[in-house]
């Protein structure tokens, strides 16, 4: 059965660093586009980073800018978010997801409704 697993997530103090793991299995991860996405309390779910397949373009939030990367690692099937300096604002669920579908445009690499495969998520939590 095809499936996307998070993991890495877990209790960080601010200014600290996370990495994040989505694992594919049941299908190759190379054939898609990745994102990761996430989603605080009482807030909508928001795109964080994604890299696009067709050439491995990234889109990166502004609010992460400078301080994640997001990569692939496709011998591994695995991507990863490399999360440094975080900040309390970065608590959330963070979900990663795959699409296969096209897509045209930069500002589009991350749009929400394009992705549609997800893994379980993951629980980042930034506190002192």
């Known amino acids: 059965q095809a499936q996307l697993v998070e993991s890495g997530g877990g209790l960080v103090q601010p200014g600290g660093s996370l990495r994040l793991s989505c694992t594919a299995s049941?299908?190759?991860?190379?054939?898609?586009?990745i994102g990761w996405f996430r989603q605080a309390p009482g807030k909508e779910r928001e795109g964080v980073s994604c890299?696009?397949?067709?050439?491995?373009?990234?889109y990166y939030a502004e609010s992460i800018k400078g301080r994640f990367t997001i990569s692939r690692d496709d011998a591994k099937n695995t991507a990863y978010l490399q999360m440094n300096n975080v900040k309390p604002e970065d608590t959330a669920v963070y979900y990663c997801?795959?699409?296969?579908?096209?897509?045209?445009?930069?500002?589009?690499?991350?749009?929400?409704?394009?992705?549609?495969?997800w893994g379980q998520g993951t629980q980042v939590t930034v506190s002192s």
């Open positions: 049941g299908f190759t991860l190379d054939d898609y586009s």
């Open positions: 890299i696009r397949r067709s050439d491995d373009a990234t």
């Open positions: 997801a795959t699409t296969a579908r096209i897509i045209a445009g930069k500002n589009n690499i991350c749009r929400l409704g394009f992705y549609d495969k």
